[in-house]
């Protein structure tokens, strides 16, 4: 199967590569870039030194289902030469999925070209949100191709895997929904919990994309933490509101972001008011009914997750604890995998009936 990667040289585009290597279902990737193309993969990164050479096996890593099948490493670069690929050449080399890994109003026309070929996964923002008032309240601009809307399915995985299995348009969540909505839902949805849902979320600093800004560079986040686009401001947070509001109308997310000197990594506490009667074990039911089997979503109980524990992989942590009639969701993702690629792929393996785990980490630091 060939994977084609629009937007290769930014964080997400860089960990889908190195996902994709080591995919057992993966035999070609095709990746992309429109500033960067004939250029070699290894100049763009470093670490793929070597790697895409062509012919030159990699390492299938720590994977889950890398071991025995597939054609793991950069063998997989062949076709392209190890270099990146000009995007208008792209449909020339018929690929079976496309993932979009570009900035936001942006992707959705360059990605339209890819319909007629194979499935999309699009990792932008511009297929998210389905009402027009409120995408163009949450970005500033009309939907892009609001045309092409009624196609795409949203891509949290644990939630909508059912439409995901027979969409070619897949629109993968950001980093601060999921780590939000993946504790929030489940309560939400049974009606235990109504009110402010109050909401602050602690991400690294690579959430915000490999851009040159000043408020980015290393000397002005080390040591350094700060709130920023607070309450509704936020684009993230109407995403989360419109998620929200599918499966419960008393409850209002309140969220507010913030960053932290961390390269990688996002924390999420949510503390939000139980309808009058509802114990613990009723929230833990229906965290054990939503992701009993979800391979992805790790329940700690009482205790309360931290990032190191799901660097690098594609899981989602979640603790609660109730004080009084305080419900406290804790929940902690990789921004670039859960957050971001990994999910993509999780996306990937859904639609194409691959084991939901296949070239995914499930473990992370200790």
């Not at 960067?36 to 096996?57: C, K, L, N």
């Not at 191709?145 to 795409?152: D, M, N, V, Y």
Request: charge should be negative; aromatic fraction near 6%.
């Amino acid at each position: 199967m060939k994977a084609a990667i629009l937007g290769t040289t930014g964080y997400t585009g860089m960990v889908l590569l190195r996902i994709l290597l080591e995919h057992p279902q993966i035999e070609t990737i095709l990746p992309a870039s429109s500033s960067r193309a004939g250029d070699p993969v290894s100049e763009i990164d470093p670490g793929f030194a070597g790697a895409a050479e062509a012919g030159v096996p990699g390492k299938a890593g720590e994977t889950e289902a890398a071991a025995g099948t597939g054609k793991p490493g950069a063998g997989k670069l062949e076709e392209a030469g190890g270099k990146l690929i000009d995007p208008k050449k792209l449909p020339s080399y018929r690929p079976d999925v496309v993932f979009g890994a570009l900035p936001h109003l942006k992707s959705a026309e360059l990605l339209k070209p890819y319909l007629d070929i194979c499935p999309v996964i699009d990792l932008s923002a511009d297929f998210r949100i389905e009402d027009a008032g409120l995408f163009e309240k949450a970005y500033g601009a009309p939907q892009p191709a609001p045309e092409l809307q009624e196609k795409a399915v949203y891509g949290l995985c644990e939630w909508y895997s059912d439409k995901i299995r027979s969409s070619d348009l897949i629109a993968n969540p950001g980093c601060y929904p999921t780590a939000t909505l993946l504790p929030l839902l489940p309560p939400a949805a049974a009606g235990l919990i109504s009110g402010k849902a109050i909401i602050n979320a602690l991400s690294g600093i690579s959430g915000a994309g490999k851009k040159a800004k000043a408020n980015l560079l290393y000397v002005e986040r080390s040591e350094n933490c700060n709130a920023y686009a607070p309450g509704k401001s936020h684009r993230h947070a109407l995403e989360i509101q419109k998620e929200v509001a599918f499966r419960s109308d008393d409850l209002d997310p309140l969220f507010t972001p913030h960053l932290v000197p961390l390269k990688r990594g996002m924390e999420v506490t949510t503390a939000v008011s139980l309808n009058h009667g509802v114990r613990l074990t009723d929230i833990d039911e229906v965290f054990q009914a939503a992701y009993g089997n979800a391979p992805f979503v790790r329940l700690t109980g009482d205790r309360i997750p931290e990032t190191r524990e799901v660097r690098d992989s594609n899981v989602c942590a979640i603790g609660r604890r109730i004080e009084g009639e305080t419900l406290y969701l804790f929940s902690v993702i990789d921004n670039l995998v859960k957050g971001a690629s990994g999910q993509a792929v999780q996306n990937m393996n859904i639609r194409f009936g691959f084991h939901e785990t296949a070239g995914l980490r499930r473990f992370g630091e200790v």
